[in-house]
């Protein structure tokens, strides 16, 4: 089983403010295969990146993903007020699939 | 446009059984399928599994199996997540996902309690 781990666990940051994420595998992962959601509370996740860096539909230019092999970060440029919840990072290359333990991006 | 919804909360004591659903419109049910995700309380999400919805073909991620029992109808487009034994343990918030290589759209989510 491929483990995640996000890092940090709380990112408290400002409005207008740029936020990085990131996600370490613990096997080397295709980047075809590597995704991130996002989680506001009291609603379900949301598809924000596939493939790495591909935006589903919906998703702002803002978000921007990279990385490959093991190591994966997701930038958020300039942080709005939706922009605050839980990411998740998530392969779905191996089974089983696996998501990392979450990042929660709060307001400073 | 894509709808999973899933059915109502249920509060259940330990030993019962349980089904929930997770009815899909807006698509061909049987060219994508569900996965069902697992978030305990202040908790993150866990993988349960997968069914292929065109041949009813399950997998399961290793902390599931044995535990849970996913199935669908497709008459109706509709996925099932199924306990025989319910655990407090089992007390979480359960989301259905249809995808083809990652979950592209998720159900509301049913919140699940097991208490005596």
């Known amino acids: 089983e491929i483990v995640l781990t996000q890092s940090p666990g709380t990112l408290s940051l400002s409005p207008g403010e740029r936020a990085t994420l990131s996600c370490r595998a613990s096997h080397s992962v295709s980047s075809s295969y590597f995704g991130w959601f996002q989680q506001r509370p009291g609603q379900a996740p949301r598809l924000l990146l596939y493939?790495?860096?591909s935006r589903a539909p919906g998703t702002s230019d803002r978000f921007s993903g990279s990385g490959s092999g093991t190591d994966f970060t997701l930038t958020i440029s300039r942080l709005e007020p939706e922009d605050f919840a839980v990411y998740y990072c998530h392969q779905y290359g191996s089974s089983p699939l696996t998501f990392g333990g979450g990042t929660k991006v709060e307001i400073k | 446009e894509v709808r999973l919804v899933q059915s109502g909360a249920e509060v259940k004591k330990p030993g019962e059984s349980l089904q929930i659903s997770c009815q899909a419109s807006g698509y061909s049910f049987t060219t994508y399928w569900i996965g069902w995700v697992r978030q305990m309380p202040g908790k993150g999400l866990e993988w349960m599994g997968t069914i292929f919805t065109g041949d009813s073909d399950v997998r399961y991620s290793p902390a599931f199996q044995g535990q849970v029992t996913m199935s669908v109808d497709r008459s109706i487009s509709t996925a099932y997540l199924q306990w025989s034994g319910l655990k407090v343990s089992d007390t979480a918030m359960y989301f259905c996902?249809?995808?083809?290589?990652?979950?592209?759209?998720w159900g509301q989510g049913t919140l699940v309690i097991v208490s005596a």
């Open positions: 996902a249809r995808g083809e290589d990652t979950a592209l759209d």
């Open positions: 493939g790495t860096s």
